[in-house]
Structures are given as C-alpha cells and as structure tokens.
C-alpha cells in the first residue's frame, strides 16, 4: 500500500535550521506532485511549500519564502524540507502530502492531494 512516513522533527532553537524527511512507499516516486503543510493548535493547516505536478513549479507560502526549500531524492524514495532561521511561529506538526491519483483538482495549488503522511513535530524555542 502506498504510504508517507515524515522524520527529523524536534526541538530547535530561534535561528536554527532543520531539515525534514519524507520517505515513501508502495508507489513509484515520480512526477507526482509532493510538498509540505504544517498545523499549529488551533490553527488550519498550512501549505507551505510544494513541487508541483512534473516539476512544472514551486509554491511557496509567504510565511517561509527565503527559509524553506523542497528537494526529492527519486532513488532513495524521499522528499525534504530545509528550513533556516527558524522563528517560534514555525512551530506545528508538519506533514508530507501527495498527490498520486487522478482527483480533478491541483495537488499543491487546490486540494487533490490524497496521500498524508501521520506528521512529525517541530517546537522551535525563543
């Protein structure tokens, strides 16, 4: 079965960098599009960056342009999160998606993904 598994969350000091994994399973890992949300309580989630369908574009959210960036290694089956000068406000629990099925609507710009992982958690101190 087709899985998501997120690691590398923790905690970080303000000003601190984190990088997070995403490794998948049971499906070919390619040109589908991937990317990162996050939630903090009582907050909606937030998509924050993701590659879409193809490699055709990269969003990225205000709240982390200049400090995010995504990545995918198609051989090792894992896509990443590198996030720099980490702020308090970053902290949530942050979640892999993809979208991997025909659904009618866009995977990064709309809410076709249908692939989450369970989420790995992220508290950066001040």
């Known amino acids: 079965e087709e899985e998501l598994v997120e690691s590398g969350g923790g905690l970080v000091q303000a000003g601190g960098s984190l990088r997070l994994s995403c490794t998948a399973s049971?499906?070919?890992?390619?040109?589908?599009?991937i990317g990162w949300f996050r939630q903090a309580p009582g907050k909606a989630r937030e998509r924050i960056v993701c590659?879409?369908?193809?490699?055709?574009?990269?969003f990225y959210a205000d709240s982390v342009k200049g400090r995010a960036a995504i990545s995918v290694d198609n051989a090792k089956k894992t896509a990443f999160l590198q996030m720099s000068n980490l702020k308090p406000e970053d902290t949530a629990v942050y979640y892999c998606?993809?979208?991997?099925?025909?659904?009618?609507?866009?995977?990064?710009?709309?809410?076709?993904?249908?692939?989450w992982g369970k989420g790995t958690a992220v508290t950066v101190s001040s």
């Open positions: 590659l879409m369908y193809n490699d055709l574009g990269t």
């Open positions: 049971g499906f070919i890992f390619d040109g589908y599009a």
């Open positions: 998606a993809a979208q991997i099925f025909h659904n009618g609507a866009y995977g990064c710009l709309g809410s076709g993904m249908d692939l």
